[in-house]
C-alpha cells in the first residue's frame, strides 16, 4: 500500500494526495507512521519541548532500526531547569543531535529584556511568541533546510487539535507528522512508564504540561484538560504560536 507514494514524497503535495496519505497513515500504528516518514518525508527533523509525546516518538524511532532524525528544540530562554536536565538526559539516553535555538541575538535572559523589556509575554504575548517560538523556528527550518518535522500533537489534547491528522501541510509548505494523533493520554503515559523513556520531572509534582516557567503552573483541583496549567491566566489561548499560521503571526508581531 505504501508503495503508491514516491519516496521521498514529491512536493507540493495537492489536497488529494494529503488526503490519500492521511486515509492510509490512519490505519497504522505510531510506530509504523513513524517508520513510513523515515522513507517518504524529505529533509525531516523532530520538533520537540520534550513533552511526553514527543518523547514517546523519540522513543519509537531509537527503536526503528534507522537513524534517528535530528531534533531541534526552541529554547525560548524561560524554560524551568528541569525542562534543561531533561534536554541532557534525552542527549545522553538517546546519542541524537540536538539542534538548539533561541530568539535572535540572544544567549540570556538578560539580552531578550535588552532587546524587547522585561515581562514581554505580559505586555504582548504576540510578539513573545513570535520571538521565542515562531521567529526560531522558521530560522531554523531554513538553516537546515527543513522540509518535514515530526511533531508531538494529539487529538485529544483538544483546542485546535482536535480535528488533527496524521500529515498536514501549513501554508510555508512545511509537512507537519503527527504519529500520535489518535493516541489519548492514558496510552502516552503507559508508553512512557512501560519502557522507562525520560520525563520532566515536574511531572511529578502536579504539573501536567510544561512551558515556560513564566506561563505554566500545577493543574488545580477541577482541571481536567490535558494542558491544565499552561496560559492558566490567558481565557482561550491553547497554542504558542508554533502552530498557528506564520503569516498572521509575523504580521501582528509587525503591526504591535
Known amino acids: 500500500m505504501a508503495d503508491q507514494f514516491s519516496t521521498p514524497l514529491e512536493l507540493p503535495l495537492n489536497e ?27 529533509a525531516l527533523y523532530q520538533t520537540t519541548a520534550f513533552g511526553l509525546t514527543g518523547l514517546v516518538a523519540l522513543d519509537m524511532l531509537s527503536k526503528s532500526g534507522h537513524p534517528i532524525p535530528k531534533l531541534i528544540f526552541l529554547d525560548t530562554l524561560y524554560h524551568f531547569a528541569e525542562t534543561y536536565e531533561l534536554v541532557q538526559e534525552v542527549r545522553e539516553r538517546y546519542a541524537v543531535d540536538i539542534k538548539v535555538y533561541k530568539p535572535e541575538g540572544c544567549k540570556t535572559i538578560g539580552d531578550f529584556e535588552k532587546k524587547h523589556g522585561e515581562e514581554l ?33 494529539r487529538r485529544s489534547q483538544g483546542g485546535d487539535r482536535a480535528s488533527l491528522q496524521p500529515l498536514e501541510v501549513d501554508e510555508t509548505g512545511l509537512l507537519k507528522l503527527n504519529p500520535l494523533f489518535a493516541w489519548s493520554f492514558a496510552q502516552v503515559d503507559a508508553y512512557i512508564r512501560e519502557n522507562n523513556v525520560p520525563r520532566n520531572k515536574l511531572l511529578d509534582q502536579g504539573y501536567r504540561s510544561v512551558g515556560d516557567w513564566h506561563s505554566t503552573q500545577p493543574s488545580r483541583e477541577g482541571d481536567t484538560g490535558e494542558r491544565a496549567g499552561r496560559w492558566a491566566d490567558k481565557e482561550g489561548k491553547t497554542e504558542c504560536g508554533l502552530h498557528k499560521n506564520f503569516s498572521e503571526m509575523k504580521s501582528r508581531a509587525k503591526v504591535r
Open 16 to 42: 488529494e494526495s494529503l488526503a490519500a496519505i492521511n486515509a492510509h497513515l490512519s490505519q497504522l500504528s505510531p510506530q509504523d507512521i513513524l517508520i513510513w516518514a523515515l522513507t517518504h518525508l524529505p
Open 121 to 153: 509575554w505580559e505586555k504582548d504575548e504576540d510578539i513573545y511568541d513570535f520571538a521565542v517560538k515562531v521567529e526560531p523556528a522558521q530560522r531554523a527550518y531554513q538553516e537546515l533546510g527543513v522540509h518535514s518535522v515530526i511533531t508531538g500533537r
